[in-house]
């Protein structure tokens, strides 16, 4: 079990956004309800077994793998420290679904997938054509 600082954990997040896959998207009817708990309650909830990377006070993150595809799941003990994460990782690229302290990333179809599993709101990450 390890500490990392929000932006440390980020990197994993841009890592993992090198190996996303695309999955099939289960869909779902109408807007579902956002999910809360544990990492462990919400890793249920999306059908996977956390592998759990980082495991400190201020946040928790495993990489997940489901019949969507690979993603991270990161829960936070504050909305402060959420929103410091989500903004240092989202100068990553990649989509993000934001529930109430707790982050999922992966590709666009698993994602959407996991909207309908978790509910959520779904963001994305800076655009990074013309890059270096």
């Not at 759990?52 to 006070?57: E, F, G, N, P, V």
């Not at 993150?61 to 019949?67: D, G, K, R, S």
């Not at 989500?86 to 698993?110: I, S």
Request: aromatic share 4%.
């Amino acid at each position: 079990m390890t500490r990392g600082t929000p932006a440390v954990t980020a990197g994993a997040v841009a890592a993992l956004l090198a190996l996303t896959g695309c999955g099939a998207d289960d869909g779902g009817a109408g807007e579902p309800r956002t999910v809360t708990g544990s990492l462990e309650q919400l890793a249920g909830e999306a059908g996977c077994e956390p592998d759990m990377q980082t495991d400190a006070d201020e946040i928790r993150q495993a990489l997940c793998e489901n019949t969507d595809g690979k993603f991270v799941l990161a829960t936070f003990a504050t909305d402060r420290g959420q929103r410091e994460w989500l903004n240092a990782a989202k100068d990553y690229g990649g989509h993000y679904l934001v529930g109430r302290k707790w982050v999922a990333v992966g590709g666009t179809e698993v994602v959407t997938a996991l909207h309908g599993r978790l509910g959520g709101t779904m963001e994305e990450g800076a655009a990074h054509a013309g890059h270096r």
